[in-house]
């Protein structure tokens, strides 16, 4: 089984129940929904979330995602996962807390280590 990532909320998955799909802000003005493999997820956490202490990774499972998902290059920053629809809830096969440390940055929590 091959996983992704995707940041978002706490308050935004828990919208998402009620929807039966995760929709990101991202789809309507980019037309996809930005992920990244967990080596990659840092990057984008550190450099677009600092001291956030709301957000949750989705572990999304490649093959059960009902939309195309394509590796194209994220703003000169490499090969990342884009999902080009909602991602139906049963690909995300786990949520798991992602909090920033005292200083305002993300490290990867121990479930992804």
């Known amino acids: 089984m091959a996983e992704i990532l995707h940041i978002t909320s706490s308050s935004a ?3 998402s129940q009620d929807q039966s799909r995760h929709v990101d802000p991202s789809l309507e003005s980019e037309g ?8 990659q997820v840092l990057g984008p956490a550190n450099r677009l979330y600092q001291s956030r202490t709301d957000l949750v990774l989705l572990k999304i499972d490649t093959e059960r995602l009902s939309k195309r998902l394509v590796y194209e290059d994220s703003y000169g ?3 990342f996962p884009h999902v080009y629809g909602p991602i139906n809830l049963d ?7 992602f909090p920033c440390g005292d200083d305002g940055s ?3 929590p121990p479930a992804l280590t």
């Open 91 to 97: 690909a995300v096969v786990d949520v798991v807390p």
């Open 32 to 39: 996809f929904i930005h992920c990244s493999e967990a080596h």
């Open 106 to 108: 993300f490290s990867l």
């Open 77 to 79: 920053h490499g090969s």
């Open 13 to 15: 998955w828990a919208a």
